[in-house]
């Protein structure tokens, strides 16, 4: 739900942050309180620049953070899927700061959705729930940290593989150049990287 920076990312680190045990109190808390709807494809949850008042558990289906620079290029900077928090963590810690990228559905799309401001009085319930906003920031940096030395010291080929055990289907949803923007390489090196990977 509540994650969301440039540089969220798609590894094996996402499914642990988001079945992190102090975590299933929030995503319990937001199944129950929650708003259930369907993100078409395309559909955006969040718009770059804009507040996003809300966050989210995504129940089923794949979401897309797009960022765009002063140049007006578009950067494909993350995915999140089924069983993962959506949202943004900025906003979540500073309430009327725009999210820095657009979310939006690579596909249909359920998630239950949930207004921060419940979700602050979900934390403020006692030291124990206090405590799982503590864990939600901790773990956020813990991924933003991965993906960091991760950028540094794996290879494209390890960084595509990475990408399809998490989700081992995701290209049926997204194109080659799409992979490329996201692993910051050209299409062409991703094909080359297939290639090697059918021989």
Do not use: W
């Amino acid at each position: 739900m509540l994650v969301n920076t440039p540089i969220l990312e798609a590894y094996d680190f996402n499914s642990q942050y988001a079945n992190h045990s102090k975590l299933e109190q929030l995503k319990q808390f937001i199944l129950e309180h929650g708003t259930y709807i369907e993100l078409k494809k395309g559909e955006q949850f969040t718009i770059q620049g804009k507040v996003n008042h809300r966050g989210a558990y995504i129940e089923h289906g794949l979401l897309r953070y797009t960022r765009v620079d002063e140049k007006g290029n578009i950067h494909i900077v993350g995915y999140t899927f089924s069983g993962e928090f959506t949202g943004s963590l900025c906003t979540l810690i500073e309430p009327n700061q725009p999210s820095l990228v657009t979310i939006e559905a690579v596909c249909d799309t359920k998630i239950c959705y949930i207004p921060y401001l419940k979700v602050e009085e979900f934390f403020a319930t006692n030291v124990e729930t206090m405590q799982v906003k503590c864990t939600l920031i901790e773990q956020s940096y813990l991924l933003m940290y991965h993906r960091l030395i991760d950028m540094y010291c794996k290879t494209t080929a390890e960084l595509y593989l990475d990408l399809l055990n998490r989700c081992p289907d995701i290209q049926e949803y997204i194109t080659l150049k799409e992979i490329a923007s996201f692993l910051q390489v050209t299409p062409e090196t991703i094909s080359r990287i297939r290639r090697g990977l059918n021989k």
